[in-house]
């Protein structure tokens, strides 16, 4: 069975920090890249933003300009784990984060795979 868990959302001051993790089993991990998207409040899921992503295979990775040089993204295979480092947390940064999984290099709109979201809120 697959399933992609996410964990470490949580309220947090503007200007502060978060990691999210988003642990995967049930397929060949290294076979697929890795995103975070996000649904900002009160918009359909259909909406979703994709925030970051990660190929497992060779590391390369691909972010939103909303998030460039605040939000790493990284992988640790060992643990089948991707990880989401958020820095200078702003109050547009707030919303359900998703983990999803896609055959490849690249995460498109249309993952193979969706986690269940982490909910990750902003107080000005």
């Known amino acids: 069975e697959v399933q992609l868990v996410e964990s470490g959302g949580a309220l947090v001051q503007a200007g502060g920090s978060l990691r999210l993790s988003c642990e995967a089993s049930g397929f060949t991990f290294d076979d697929y890249a890795i995103g975070w998207f996000r649904q900002a409040p009160g918009k359909a899921r259909e909406g979703v933003e994709g925030?970051?992503?990660?190929?497992?295979?060779?590391?390369?990775?691909q972010y939103a300009d909303s998030v460039k040089g605040r939000f790493t993204i990284s992988s640790d295979n060992a643990r089948n784990t991707v990880y989401l480092q958020m820095h200078n947390l702003k109050p547009e940064d707030a919303g359900v984060y998703y983990c999803?999984?896609?055959?490849?290099?690249?995460?498109?709109?249309?993952?193979?795979?969706w986690g269940q979201g982490t909910q990750v809120t902003v107080s000005s």
């Open positions: 925030v970051a992503s990660i190929s497992s295979s060779d590391g390369s990775t």
């Open positions: 999803a999984a896609q055959l490849g290099k690249v995460v498109t709109r249309h993952p193979d795979f």
